[in-house]
């Protein structure tokens, strides 16, 4: 009998042992069925079974920067037909305008100034060309290219912010009058003073390339990068203009976008205008990776836009006159920033 339970008691204990160990390999095989499901979330690309994850190398891409604007750009003369005319002083040695010579003539002076004729304004030129430096800011979000990493395509908007264009005189050069009592007269004819304003936004879409092997960046290396891309480009212009040669005081069109002081002089109300344009976009620059997903940037963008305008109003602003515009501009943003690409 005591045989007989010592049998059975080794028989159960050996069941009872193989139940355990069939339970702790059944929950470890369990544990590692269930670990790539667990793991799902966390590796990008695509799951192609058996536990395996491919990495395509796409990820949002998110960035901001700041920096200097250099803008350039040539000056055109849009005022259009304004005859103005001259007299001229008894020794040829003083020519001076209609406005200046009636108010002379008021004053009991500019005896015998004669008739010089008269010239047309718009064909005076520019005394100076666009060139401004301001500065610079933006952003932009995007994804680089599944199976194309180098490639990134960003939607960015940049701000070029306020800057000055101011000349005195605005416009200056040879003019031959007409109609005169010296017939062929050539004259170095000044007009009008501009302080102006100016201010840009750009929203665009951009291509960009980095020059690196792989599906991923490489971490602390510079990665040289260029894009190109197109946007939209819509300019504020402000303008103060006033008249210290009195030549477009006496135009009773310019008047009605003013108002004449005790002098008989227009005080020219301050005008704006937004100019739109379809802008082109270049880039170039470096990246160096401090992070598996931080990215510090320095680079510089070249935008141009085609024209922009500056305009007189009147009070109401419900008339306006061009005045003067800028064609061919290119802004150079010198800019550094930060890129994550998650």
Same mark, same amino acid.
């Given at each position: 009998?005591?045989?007989?339970?010592?049998?059975?008691?080794?028989?159960?204990?050996?069941?009872?042992?193989? *139940?355990?160990?069939?339970?702790?390999?059944?929950?470890?095989? $369990?544990?590692?069925?269930?670990?790539?499901?667990?793991?799902?979330?966390?590796?990008?690309?695509?799951?192609?079974?058996?536990?395996?994850?491919?990495?395509?190398?796409?990820?949002?891409?998110?960035?901001?920067?700041?920096?200097?604007?250099?803008?350039?750009?040539?000056?055109?003369?849009?005022?259009?037909?304004?005859?103005? &005319?001259?007299?001229?002083?008894?020794?040829?040695?003083?020519?001076?305008?209609?406005?200046?010579?009636?108010?002379?003539? #008021? /004053?009991?002076?500019?005896?015998?100034?004669?008739?010089?004729?008269?010239?047309?304004?718009?064909?005076?030129?520019?005394?100076?060309?666009?060139? $401004?430096?301001?500065?610079?800011?933006?952003?932009?979000?995007?994804?680089?290219?599944?199976?194309?990493?180098?490639?990134?395509?960003?939607?960015?908007?940049?701000?070029?912010?306020?800057?000055?264009?101011?000349?005195?005189?605005?416009? &200056?050069?040879?003019?031959?009058? #007409?109609?005169?009592?010296?017939?062929?007269?050539?004259?170095?004819?000044?007009?009008?003073?501009?302080?102006?304003?100016?201010?840009?936004?750009?929203?665009?879409?951009?291509?960009?390339? /980095?020059?690196?092997?792989?599906?991923?960046?490489?971490?602390? *290396?510079?990665?040289?990068?260029?894009?190109?891309?197109?946007?939209?480009?819509? $300019? #504020?212009?402000?303008?103060?203009?006033?008249?210290?040669?009195?030549?477009?005081?006496?135009?009773?069109?310019?008047?009605?976008?003013? #108002?004449?002081?005790?002098?008989?002089?227009?005080?020219?109300?301050?005008?704006?205008?937004?100019?739109?344009?379809?802008?082109?976009?270049?880039?170039?620059?470096?990246?160096?990776?401090?992070?598996?997903?931080?990215?510090?940037?320095?680079?510089?963008?070249?935008?141009?836009?085609?024209?922009?305008?500056?305009?007189?109003?009147?009070?109401? &602003? $419900?008339?306006?006159?061009?005045?003067?515009?800028?064609?061919?501009?290119?802004?150079?943003?010198?800019?550094?920033?930060? *890129?994550?690409?998650?």
């Amino acid at each position: 009998m005591n045989k007989f339970r010592f049998y059975r008691n080794v028989f159960y204990d050996i069941i009872m042992g193989m *139940r355990k160990r069939n339970f702790c390999v059944l929950s470890l095989a $369990t544990l590692m069925l269930a670990s790539p499901a667990v793991a799902n979330w966390q590796y990008p690309g695509t799951y192609v079974g058996d536990g395996w994850y491919e990495d395509d190398g796409s990820r949002f891409v998110i960035s901001a920067r700041g920096g200097a604007a250099f803008g350039m750009g040539s000056v055109k003369n849009d005022t259009g037909a304004i005859a103005n &005319e001259y007299y001229i002083s008894p020794d040829g040695g003083t020519i001076v305008s209609a406005s200046y010579y009636f108010a002379c003539v #008021e /004053d009991g002076g500019c005896a015998g100034y004669e008739y010089a004729g008269y010239g047309d304004l718009n064909k005076l030129p520019p005394s100076e060309d666009f060139e $401004t430096f301001s500065f610079a800011a933006g952003a932009s979000i995007g994804w680089t290219v599944p199976n194309r990493p180098q490639w990134r395509i960003e939607a960015g908007f940049d701000h070029i912010e306020k800057s000055e264009y101011n000349a005195s005189p605005m416009f &200056e050069g040879e003019l031959t009058l #007409e109609g005169g009592d010296v017939p062929g007269l050539s004259i170095l004819a000044q007009s009008s003073t501009v302080n102006s304003k100016i201010e840009t936004d750009v929203y665009s879409i951009m291509g960009f390339y /980095d020059f690196f092997d792989g599906l991923q960046k490489p971490m602390h *290396r510079i990665i040289p990068y260029i894009g190109f891309g197109i946007g939209y480009a819509d $300019t #504020e212009t402000k303008l103060n203009l006033s008249d210290p040669y009195g030549d477009l005081s006496a135009q009773v069109e310019l008047q009605q976008y003013g #108002e004449l002081d005790d002098y008989n002089v227009v005080q020219f109300y301050p005008s704006k205008r937004n100019s739109s344009n379809v802008a082109a976009l270049l880039a170039a620059g470096m990246s160096y990776g401090i992070a598996e997903n931080m990215f510090v940037d320095l680079g510089a963008r070249l935008t141009y836009l085609p024209k922009v305008k500056w305009e007189l109003t009147n009070a109401d &602003e $419900t008339r306006h006159r061009e005045w003067f515009s800028a064609e061919n501009i290119i802004y150079v943003n010198i800019m550094a920033g930060i *890129r994550f690409e998650f």
